[in-house]
């Protein structure tokens, strides 16, 4: 039994530390689940970042990409219906006035003598003196002083050292799909996060690069293609003598940008410049008439030498020209170039000027802007200020930063910016893994200690079991050997006064006496046997009645006096002043005998054999003493001996008679009684034990 029970334990053990160890590397797992998932967020968000710069920089480029070649000038003509007679007229550019134009900053244009013409003003015009001219004249002298010398200074030769500077990219096969992407670097950094954690990821932004655009190639009327370039021809060399000049001014001049000029006349022939709408327009002049009023004007011809008009100081058109010509107009995409010049807080290596190859007919040009890059940045710092998510930070860098939770390299081709996520609660992670091991352990220990109490349960359980199990062979050999006992003495009475061996009157009584004694010595045995089985088996009933208490423990106590007086023992009752209380006369009767008959079984070798019974009444309860003079009860078993079956001596060697049911039972009446039972040490050596029994109301 004892090897089942350890065999038992070891598999109890090993099952719960198999848990318990799968759990912690669940734990491990979940720890690393927890941060994988949050840098999925991280990555989820940076993406989300990048798609939203990307989606303004496209429609940014595509705006730009899709602005008219003549936006780059102050005035232009703008296209006509083929083949009508209607009036030439000039369109003031919707960059005129500002430098700033979304993340452009100062637009530009790079003629092929190398003058630069630029929209913010009409050149002659010093009422544009101020904060713009200032600002002009500083953007132009970077233009000069930067971007030129890298371009070279003929505009030809610019454009083969432009394209050598931008090599155009690898053609694809497909263009990607924006979501696939997001889900796909989505899934990388998902299984990314379940092995070694990458808290670094560069995000491409091609908005800014060639291969996110097409070229576009228009057919544009050749009158106003030309009278576009006749007018740009003479501005350029304007606005490049006259900025500088113009500042002086500057304080002296008030009034629109648009003010036309104090000299513009009305004449029929004249150029009759009026502001209307945005545009100034010329008064018509008769078809195939070329007239020519003043110096000022300049004649221009087409590309085969044939004189088609001219156009006066102010861009306005003299005469009219042909229109059954077109002339083709290629645009080339943009496509950055870095040059040095940068602030020392830039994020960029440099300055980012973006060009495009402008070709009308075989007239080459280049038009650009400079890139807004304070506004870029404020573009990604609004488009993270708008995704971040509960807990997080950002902050907008050139490197990463170790404190860092994820950091994403917005890669623009020519520069990156570098976005550090961060978590406001560094530490929020490590205190839910550490709440959840602390609960852990709490449970595990929790389970441990259980697992303890189980096996050591089980453990004492399997002891009583074996013990009761001794204890009941034992009653088996007592009960064998006290039944044996009085039945083989009266069967000897018996067989002795049937054969008339006795001789003597008094000698066959007391063989009647002996045979009566044993007789009741063989009812108490068989009485405590069947009480034990009538309570274990619950069906043990009392009769409580109103009685005298010293009357009843007065009649045990002369039934047993004889039995005790042949063991050498005189009994002595001292009873006390109890009034009629409610009691079972049975339970009470069992009580006495089977204390006065264990008094004179262990008390049998003592010198003083005077067995004392007293009655007392003790407030809520009837006391019942029975005092004896022999060995005693040793302390350590005082809680035992009421125990069932137990006995102070092995049954192999123990001297006394009896099956360890007497005192058992007296502790079970006197719970039925609501009672108690004690054992003290009586002086100067013995033992009193004493049995309670409720005063009923």
Known sequence: MYKRLIILSSIIVLAIGGLALLGYHSISIWADGLEGTRLAELAEVAEQIRGDVKGKLDKFMQQEQNRPYTDYQYYSVPDIPANTQQQLSLVVSPLAGRIENDLAFGNFEIEPDGSLVTPYYQPDQSGAAGE???????????????????????????????????????????????????????????????????????????????QEQKTQVIEQQRQVAASNIAYRTTVGQQQDGNISSSLKDSEQVEGDLLQKPASAGAQINEPSLTRHAGTIDSAPAPQGQLEVQEKSEKLFFDEAGLQ?????????????????????????????????????????????????????????LLQGFKL?????????????????????????????????????????????????????????????????????????????????????????????????TEQKDDFISAVSHELRTPLTSIRMYAEMLEKDWVKSKDKAQEYYKGMRQESERLSRLIENVLDFSRIQKGRKKYSFILGDLNECVTNVVEVIRSYAAEAGFAVKFEPGEIEPLTFDADAVTQIVVNLLDNAVKYARNAEDKTIIVRTENQGRFVVIEVEDHGPGVPHKQRDKVFDVFYRCDAEATRQTKGTGLGLALVNKFAQAHNGFVQISAAKPHGAIFRVGLAVQP
């Not at 953007?139 to 050292?161: A, F, Q, V």
């Not at 050598?164 to 690898?170: E, I, Q």
Request: net charge neutral.
């Open 372 to 468: 807004d890059e304070k506004r870029l940045v404020e573009e990604v710092h609004d488009s993270a200020s708008r995704f971040i998510r509960e807990g997080m930070d950002f902050c907008l860098g050139k490197a990463e930063r170790q404190n860092a939770a994820y950091s994403a390299i917005l890669d623009f081709g020519f520069g990156t910016v570098t976005l550090n996520l961060m978590e406001i609660d560094p530490g929020w992670i490590t205190s839910q893994i550490t709440k959840l091991r602390t609960w852990y352990f709490s449970i595990v220990t929790v389970v441990f200690i259980a697992m303890v109490l189980v096996i050591l349960s089980l453990w004492r359980a399997m002891r009583a079991q074996v013990k009761l």
């Open 308 to 364: 088609l008009g001219a156009i006066d100081q102010y861009g306005a058109i003299r005469g009219t020209l042909p229109q059954d010509d077109t002339v083709q107009i290629r645009i080339e995409p943009f496509a950055p170039i870095v040059v040095p010049g940068g602030s020392e807080d830039s994020i960029f290596p440099g300055q980012v000027f973006l060009l495009r190859h402008v070709q009308i007919g075989n007239e080459h």
């Open 132 to 210: 713009l001219a200032i600002k002009a004249q500083t953007h132009i002298d970077n233009i000069k002083s930067n971007l030129l010398p890298k371009l070279g200074t003929d505009t030809i030769t610019s454009i083969e050292t432009w394209r050598k500077l931008t090599p155009p990219p690898p053609l694809r096969e497909k263009e990607p799909d924006e979501k696939k992407v997001s889900s796909e670097a989505t899934d990388k950094l998902q299984f990314e996060a379940k092995g070694p954690k990458s808290r670094r990821t560069e995000y491409q932004i091609e908005s800014l690069q060639q």
